[in-house]
Structures are given as C-alpha cells and as structure tokens.
C-alpha cells in the first residue's frame, strides 16, 4: 500500500509474555488451574496489540490514509474481540474450574 518493504521488529515484551505462558503451562500441567494460569499473559499480549493498532490507526487517520485506517481499525476490532472472549471464558468457566 505505501510502496515499501514490509520489516518488522521483535517485540521483547511480547517475547517474555509468550514465554511465561510456556513456563505457566509448564508448573500447571494436569492442573485444573491451567487455564486460569495462562489467560492473563495472553490478555496482555491482547492489550499491546490494541494499544499498537490503536496508535497505528490514529497515526493513519492524521496522514489521510483512509484505506489504512480501515485496515487496522478491523484488526484493532479483532484484538478487542479475542480479549473479550478470554475475559468471558475466564469468567463463565475456567475461573470456576481452577477454583
Ligand atoms: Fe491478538
């Protein structure tokens, strides 16, 4: 769309998040726990991806670019649905199960 190369960078903290699902899951296997353990670090890689798209969108928005702004107030949309969903299925059963 802007006639450069795609490139992206490694998020370190994103890193570290998937990193402590891995660990979580790890001390929680065969624990009725698991689930509970692990939905709150992939709601924070939920929460930096909306605080990204969000910028990225309102960047987009003050440089006219309407077809990008589009594009990523879907994605936006998107991760604000999948965190949504985690909460719910947090609430309604895995917090109950680990319970
Ligand atoms: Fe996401």
Request: glycine share 4%; aromatic share 4%; charged share 30%.
């Amino acid at each position: 769309m802007l006639d450069k190369p795609a490139w992206g960078k490694t998020c370190e903290a994103v890193q570290d998040l998937v990193q402590e699902s891995k660990d979580l899951m790890q001390d929680f296997t065969d624990s009725d726990a698991l689930d509970a353990a692990v939905i709150p670090a992939q709601q924070s890689v939920e929460h930096d991806e909306i605080s990204r798209y969000g910028t990225l969108r309102t960047w987009a928005a003050h440089l006219g670019m309407k077809k990008a702004v589009k594009l990523l107030e879907q994605t936006l949309q998107e991760e604000k649905k999948t965190d949504e969903l985690l909460t719910q299925l947090a609430e309604e059963t895995v917090n109950l199960k680990a319970a």
